[in-house]
């Protein structure tokens, strides 16, 4: 980005002070309301509430948070600015992290599609391919698209060019950052932060979703700026529904190993409780999972699957454990016929996807929480 003279933020008399963790307005009357912050704490510098505090040093997310028509009307202001929208993806989640009708909210502002978590993709993976399926992807959305970047802000790859085609695009606008919950949006902007912006404070991140409440403005140049907005969270992904503390063993952290099993028809794979495939009619074939690491899948007969889900979810079945079963809705099944001669993922939004490799096809019967996207699309590996 451009260098600027002064572009350190100024509070007007009458404007409301924002945590500058989350963007929230602050208030000290009222613990249990967003933005509440101690008296005392108004003195320090930075200043953030004290549900940012929580998350920042103990890695607690509680409290009050956005509902989706508050994400809405925030996000729905951007169609009366003249901005460059940058649209943050999960890889790991392409379908369920898009955000429909996206053009709906922004107007004619462009959009600059920034897909990250690439960190996650085997070694082996060929960029160019992973670029192209991205681009068919987003059309097939219906997202128009001036530029798509691949990035990891895990790894820190891909920023660069991040930066230049957003200096390229935007034209001296503004930079509405926009992107469903845990897509990685807080972690790059502060490192826009870190490098181009005069604040002293870092956006609160945390692997927890719904960080981010209100705009959060970082100044660039000439009195433009980069607007993080709050995650959209879609409660078709299983990480909104299971309790925060499964999503470490959802979520995966480090490059994707994927778990190959060969299956005749009749065989049925668990995915802790949260999922279950069944392999109805078909040649026997191999599916590859790709699914976080600490996740155990568990091989068993479709005439034995019932009975096992019955008796063992929450205990050889998890996550969910045994004391948080109760919080999962109850698991539906979704037909799937896999066409033959085609190379297709199944995904299970925000729990990864299973590829039917067999040039036969194959019917299969995915069991998902009620709610939780289940989509075909071509193998994105």
């Given at each position: 980005?451009n260098s600027r003279e002064d572009v350190s933020p100024v509070r ?21 309301k967003l933005g509440f912050v101690p008296e005392q704490a108004l ?98 959305f219906g997202l128009k698209t001036v530029d798509i970047v691949l ?231």
């Open positions: 980005m007007q008399e009458n404007e409301p002070l924002k945590c500058e963790g989350c963007g929230v307005k602050l208030q000290t009357e009222d613990p249990a003195r320090k510098e930075p200043v953030i509430c004290q549900r940012c505090f929580r998350i920042k040093h103990y890695n607690d997310l509680s409290g009050a948070t956005l509902n989706q028509d508050d994400f809405l009307n925030i996000l729905s202001g951007i169609a009366n600015t003249s901005s460059l929208v940058v649209h943050i993806v999960d890889l790991f989640d392409f379908e369920g992290s898009l955000i429909p009708g996206l053009q709906r909210f922004i107007g004619n502002n462009p959009v600059l599609l920034a897909v990250n978590k690439t960190d996650l993709l085997p070694k082996a993976t060929n960029p160019n391919r992973i670029l192209n399926w991205a681009q068919r992807q987003a059309k097939e990035v990891s802000a895990k790894k820190n790859t891909g920023f660069d060019q991040l930066l230049e085609r957003m200096d390229a695009h935007r034209k001296g606008r503004d930079v509405y950052v926009v992107g469903a919950t845990n897509v990685g949006k807080s972690t790059l902007i502060n490192r826009l932060i870190r490098d181009y912006s005069d604040l002293n404070a870092e956006l609160t991140t945390s692997p927890y979703p719904g960080t981010t409440l209100d705009l959060v403005r970082i100044p660039l140049d000439y009195g433009k700026a980069i607007i993080d907005t709050p995650g959209i969270v879609y409660q078709h992904r299983v990480t909104e529904l299971v309790n925060k503390k499964e999503l470490p063993v959802i979520l995966p952290n480090a490059a994707l190993k994927p778990m190959v099993y060969q299956l005749n028809e009749e065989q049925t794979l668990f995915f802790g409780a949260l999922a279950r495939m069944d392999f109805v009619r078909g040649d026997r074939q191999s599916f590859t999972c790709y699914v976080s690491d600490a996740l155990k899948l568990h091989r068993t007969k479709l005439e034995r699957a019932d009975e096992l889900y019955a008796e063992h979810k929450g205990t050889l079945l998890q996550p969910p454990a045994l004391e948080h079963l109760e919080e999962l809705p109850p698991l539906v099944k979704h037909a799937v016929r896999i066409q033959r001669g085609s190379k297709t993922d199944v995904l299970i939004s925000g729990l990864g996807w299973i590829t039917a490799n067999g040039e036969s096809g194959a019917e299969l019967v995915i069991w998902a929480p009620k709610g939780v996207k289940v989509a075909q699309r071509p193998a994105l590996i």
